[in-house]
């Protein structure tokens, strides 16, 4: 395991399954381990449990809930008050949601959680990230992309809504979002890379019903822990070997291939755009 010492890393979606498996060796590692959670009460008993098991006290929590970007822009404004450094951040909270939920925002939840939400935050966070460099991004998506498509007149399931669809179209805006991040920050010595983490046991299933909640249950038997996922996170954020990768799809541990779809820069450019129109122009720096 490398040592962090004096590198500043963000963990969103710290509470739980492979965030907060990913804190838990950032933690080990010596980092400053900023948890970003929306549950104070658990963020602060994770943070203690992480401070116990690695002596680490570079450990802190940071709130925002995802479902409402002036939460996110709140935490960005926090984070830069309290941090001038950001080595590594790891955009990881995820949801999956069988029913078509609205947010605050008035966007649909899986797609605002999924991906507008990580789309702001590093946006919010990039000239910090930029001052950093060489600094890594490390954005966690699935291998369930590969089912999805871009439409872009039911971004939100305003015409159809399936939890699946939803979930896998999400996943699919974060790899373009991805790979078009990275052109633009070649040169930078930012990197920015995806990973789909394994089928890992966690709580992602838990807003899933029908067949799908009962493939969770079931499945759950069977996946691989936390952990597992979290070590190939961690690959990315720490390795060596990853340190001037960038704009790749990764599967333990290996540079992959997503699908045909998540290449197609005419679908980036215009998600991009739509991206800006729904977030607002003014907190895109790019
Ligand atoms: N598990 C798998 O098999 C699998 C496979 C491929 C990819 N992934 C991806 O891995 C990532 C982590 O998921 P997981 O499997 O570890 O699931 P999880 O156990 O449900 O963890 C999800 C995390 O995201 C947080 N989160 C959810 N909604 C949020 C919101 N509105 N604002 C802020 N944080 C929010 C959760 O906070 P709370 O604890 O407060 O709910 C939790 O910390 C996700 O991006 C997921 O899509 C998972």
């Not at 691989?224 to 190939?232: C, D, H, V, Y």
Request: glycine share 8%; with cysteine; hydrophobic share 40%.
């Amino acid at each position: 395991m490398h040592n962090m010492n004096g590198k500043v890393c963000v963990v969103t979606g710290a509470t739980s399954g492979v965030g907060r498996a990913t804190a838990m060796i950032l933690g080990s590692t010596g980092a400053t381990v900023i948890l970003v959670c929306r549950d104070r009460k658990r963020g602060e008993a994770i943070k203690k449990e992480i401070i116990r098991k690695t002596k680490n006290k570079n450990i802190s929590v940071m709130f925002a809930d995802f479902t409402y970007l002036h939460s996110i822009k709140q935490l960005a404004k926090k984070f830069k008050e309290h941090h001038q450094y950001l080595h590594i951040l790891i955009n990881n909270a995820g949801v999956l949601h069988s029913k078509r939920i609205l947010t605050k925002d008035g966007y649909e939840t899986t797609f605002q959680v999924n991906y507008l939400a990580p789309f702001l935050l590093t946006n919010l966070l990039l000239r910090v990230i930029k001052k950093s460099a060489p600094s890594r991004i490390v954005n966690v998506t699935s291998d369930e992309h590969i089912r999805g498509s871009i439409d872009f007149d039911n971004l939100h399931g305003e015409k159809h809504y399936g939890g699946y669809w939803a979930y896998a179209r999400s996943k699919l805006a974060l790899i373009l979002f991805t790979y078009k991040l990275a052109e633009k920050l070649v040169g930078t010595k930012v990197t920015v890379n995806c990973v789909h983490p394994g089928s890992i046991a966690t709580n992602i299933g838990r807003n899933s019903s029908g067949i799908m909640g009962l493939y969770f249950k079931v499945g759950k038997r069977f996946m691989k822990k936390p952990e597992q996922g979290a070590e190939e996170i961690v690959y990315l954020a720490t390795s060596s070997e990853a340190e001037k990768v960038t704009g790749k799809y990764f599967i333990d541990k290996t540079i992959s291939k997503s699908s045909k779809l998540s290449y197609d820069k005419v679908v980036a450019d215009r998600l991009w755009k739509k991206t800006i129109d729904l977030i607002g122009k003014r907190f895109v720096i790019l």
